[in-house]
């Protein structure tokens, strides 16, 4: 164990603070991500040069099927803030694609979801 590193135990691991994996950063450079917006990684290779820590391949992996952001921050543990951040860096290297949610007003009306699914039980 290295003495400049703070350790809150052996099984928890060392301690990183958020902006440390920000680079100091609060905001996504390239947009603001809503929560239940889907990120889903492109499949694209990591180039050799790309600037990815560790909590970026980490967010890549979790990505690998679409899901919302606030799910994304809640299997990685980590505040929704950073989350927005990392996935904006895999945004800008065309790693991800971000997709918003679908307003409310193009949602089908929920009566007439709930008289599919009788029909669908019906069946």
């Known amino acids: 164990m290295k003495d400049d590193v703070e350790w809150v135990d052996e099984e928890a691991g060392p301690v990183v603070r958020p902006y440390a994996m920000t680079g100091g950063r609060t905001r996504a ?56 951040v990392l996935l904006g860096d895999l945004l800008d290297q065309g790693l991800i694609l971000v997709r918003s949610p679908l307003p409310a007003a193009s949602m089908p009306p929920e009566n007439l979801l709930r008289e599919l699914i009788s029909g669908l039980r019906a069946l």
Do not use: Q
């Open 29 to 84: 450079s390239s947009s603001s991500f809503d929560m239940l917006a889907m990120a889903v990684a492109t499949g694209t290779p990591v180039a050799a040069g790309a600037n990815l820590g560790s909590e970026h391949r980490r967010l890549l992996n979790l990505v690998k099927r679409a899901r919302p952001i606030v799910e994304i921050a809640s299997d990685a543990g980590l505040p929704v803030g950073v989350i927005r």
